[in-house]
């Protein structure tokens, strides 16, 4: 069996085992961040150590989504991110916030897990450990719906999160008055999957 099916094998199994201890779900966020969490400890995407939380949230999340599971703090990975690069760190965090509906409890765990993934190189749902793009769409639609409803042409979502941040700093990356007509479209809005 290749490496590639084997971490998916894990990565299913270890979801099963989470999905036991989950309480009853309240939100579709549980679904998620099981998802996150399983690839997480199947050492697939980027998020590093407490999945990119501060120790307190992540013992809070995993003591409130999954009671009595034992869960390293530790990335089966090895991810090391260097948040001392991400500048725009704190701003990538007011926009998720701005956006998030009130009254969410997982809320500051999406944020924080959403940061950390947009330090990886990849898709965002990838880096995330979420197993397709449409799962993070999805999330981000619940979530944030007022900034993903912003995406109306399907942009991938990491860049079109920068690409807000830009906005709001009233930098535009692309000098033609139309994304459509910009040489750079394909790149933009072809197929991640």
């Known amino acids: 069996m290749s490496a590639v099916l084997q971490l998916q094998d894990d990565r299913e199994q270890i979801y099963s085992r989470l999905k036991q201890t989950m309480p009853d779900r309240l939100s579709p966020n549980h679904e998620w961040l099981a998802c996150m969490m399983a690839s997480w400890c199947a050492g697939q995407g980027v998020l590093p150590d407490t999945m990119g ?3 307190e949230q992540f013992n809070a999340l995993t003591n409130h989504l999954f009671p009595g599971s034992s869960i390293p703090d530790h990335a089966s990975s ?10 725009e760190r704190d ?8 956006f998030s509906k009130p009254d969410i409890i997982e ?9 950390a993934g947009s330090l990886g190189s990849d898709h965002l749902w990838q880096d ?8 993070l769409s999805a999330m981000l639609q619940y979530n944030f719906p007022e900034l993903a409803e912003k995406n ?6 990491k860049k079109f999160l920068y690409k807000q941040l830009c906005e709001a700093e009233g930098l535009y990356l692309c000098r033609v008055p139309s994304c459509e007509v910009c040489i750079d479209y394909p790149k933009c809005y072809d197929s991640e999957e």
Request: proline content about 0%; cysteine-free.
């Open 78 to 87: 090895g991810s090391k991110l260097d948040f001392a690069r991400m500048l």
């Open 53 to 55: 939380l501060e120790s």
């Open 152 to 157: 109306d042409k399907d942009m991938k979502w």
């Open 107 to 115: 809320m500051d765990w999406i944020i924080g897990v959403i940061v």
């Open 91 to 98: 701003d990538l965090v007011n926009l998720l916030k701005h």
């Open 128 to 135: 995330l450990g979420l197993w397709s793009r449409s799962q």
